[in-house]
Each structure stands twice: as C-alpha cells, then as structure tokens.
C-alpha cells in the first residue's frame, strides 16, 4: 500500500464523519491510535474540513461583526492547528527516512512531503463538496453541469497528485531526493515579531 493509498481513505473518513452533523462545534472523536500516523492524518483533514466551513460562515453578508471577529479569531487558531500538524506529519517522514543513504546526485522538492500531502487533504475536501453541487436537485442544469466539469477536473487532479506524493517518497526512500524542512515562521503570530502586539508593551 503507498502512502497516498492510505492517506486518502482516511481523509475521506473524516469528512464524512465531520458531515455526519456538519457543525462547527462537533468534538473530533478520532478512531485511530494517539501518536500514529493515521491519526495524524485523520486530524489534519478534520481540521481542514472544519476551517472549511468557517471559512463559508465568515463570508455571510449579513454575519455580526462581534460574531465575525470570534470566528476570525478561531480561524487563526486553525490555521495554526493545521500547520502545526503538516510539522508533525513531516516529522514522521523524517524519522522514517533518517537512516537512507543520500545519493550525491540528490535533489531537493519544492515542498516537504507534508505539505503535498496539505494539498491532498484540501482536494478530498474540494471533491466532496464539488460533488455536493453536482448531485443538487434545486439547481440549474447549467450549475449541475458545470460542477459535473469540475468535479472531473479535481478528480483526475487527485490521482495525479496522489501519484507525485508516492513518488516523492519513492525518491526520497531511495535516497534520489532528500527532505529539508524549513520550520514555520510566522511573525504575526509572535508578539516578539508583530509590531502591533510588541508596541502595546512600551
């Protein structure tokens, strides 16, 4: 089984049991074993698939502004969330890989393996939901077919980078690739970077 073979059942899982009540507030009940990779991986897209519709109710026009500051504030944390887990999930790879011999003619990737994998956790959400569209009965035959279009599209998407991600764990299981993980930085995060948050001290 490759990694994407595993990874994408389980991404799927999770936004099926997000939808289950599809809520914001719904605790995560996470079937797999603390400190696995499944779940980890399981985590990542629950909280992608959460931020996801944070991201739909922040866009209501007619939202509370009150309420529309809470909700940034929680998507902030999210965001945080989430990159703290492509961390983690980085961090398997490379204590799974810490032992392979790096061929001298090695190259690097543009992007660690878990931010692929980022990306592949936000097309299973991208699918399902352009798959929503595509079976509505209220709509147009107009919407239904040009979601239909798109839904094609990001299938065929998802088998390609499914495919990229294995072989770059191939590559780099074989030493034809290397890992060089550039930690986050994010300054606004920081009260000792972001000016707004360090001036209220002085």
């Keep these: 089984m ?92 490379r204590q799974k890989y810490s032992d392979v011999e790096v061929q001298p003619n090695a190259t690097i990737n543009t992007e660690s393996p878990a931010w692929a994998i980022d990306r592949l956790s936000i097309l299973a959400l991208k699918i399902w939901h352009m798959r929503e569209q595509a079976e509505r009965t209220d709509a147009s035959p107009e919407h239904i077919a040009k979601c239909r279009g798109k839904l094609d599209v990001l299938l065929e998407q998802q088998v390609d980078l499914s495919t990229a991600i294995d072989q770059l764990l191939a590559d780099i299981e074989a030493g034809r690739k290397y890992m060089k993980v550039y930690r986050q930085m994010k300054m606004y995060n920081d009260p000792a970077t972001n000016p707004i948050l360090y001036k209220k001290g002085e």
């Design 2 to 93: 490759t990694f994407t073979q595993l990874s994408n059942p389980i991404f799927l899982q999770a936004i099926r049991d997000y939808h289950v009540s599809d809520n914001v507030d719904t605790p995560i009940h996470n079937p797999y074993e603390e400190g696995t990779i499944e779940n980890r991986l399981y985590l990542k897209c629950w909280i992608d698939t959460v931020q996801w519709h944070f991201e739909d109710i922040i866009r209501d026009p007619d939202i509370n502004p009150e309420e529309a500051l809470v909700l940034k504030r929680r998507i902030d944390r999210s965001n945080q969330d989430r990159t703290d887990l492509v961390e983690q999930i980085d961090t398997y790879f």
